[in-house]
């Protein structure tokens, strides 16, 4: 098992910055692909970002591409996703998760942190 907590969302204006966290307990955090999830409401939850167990290979949503940099440190069991340049449409509840190799897609990935939300104002 893994637990998974977020941390890091609020209010930003347009234009802002986030750094959201995602510490990990449990089983070795250093053997799981790590992404970032995100959902708005009354939309689906939609891909972010995953970054491999090394941090050598990361993918990004092309919505986030350039903007948004995800990364970790596996010696303090936390996985980060700066955001920058945020967006209103950026405006969401966004989840990490854990998965087994680099994925994107929602359904492969085995454990989920509860979310924080990020509010991007105009």
């Known amino acids: 098992q893994v637990q998974l907590v977020e941390s890091g969302g609020g209010l930003v204006q347009a234009g802002g910055s986030l750094r959201l966290s995602c510490a990990a307990s449990?089983?070795?955090?250093?053997?799981?692909?790590m992404g970032w999830f995100r959902q708005a409401p009354g939309k689906e939850r939609e891909f972010v970002a995953v970054i491999s167990w090394s941090g050598s290979s990361t993918f990004y949503a092309d919505s986030v591409k350039g903007r948004f940099t995800i990364s970790r440190d596996n010696a303090k069991n936390t996985v980060y996703l700066q955001m920058n340049s945020l967006k209103p449409e950026d405006t969401a509840v966004y989840y990490c998760a854990a998965t087994d190799v680099v994925r994107k897609s929602v359904y492969e990935y085995d454990y989920w942190g509860q979310g924080t939300q990020v509010t991007v104002s105009s």
């Open positions: 449990g089983r070795t955090f250093s053997s799981y692909a």
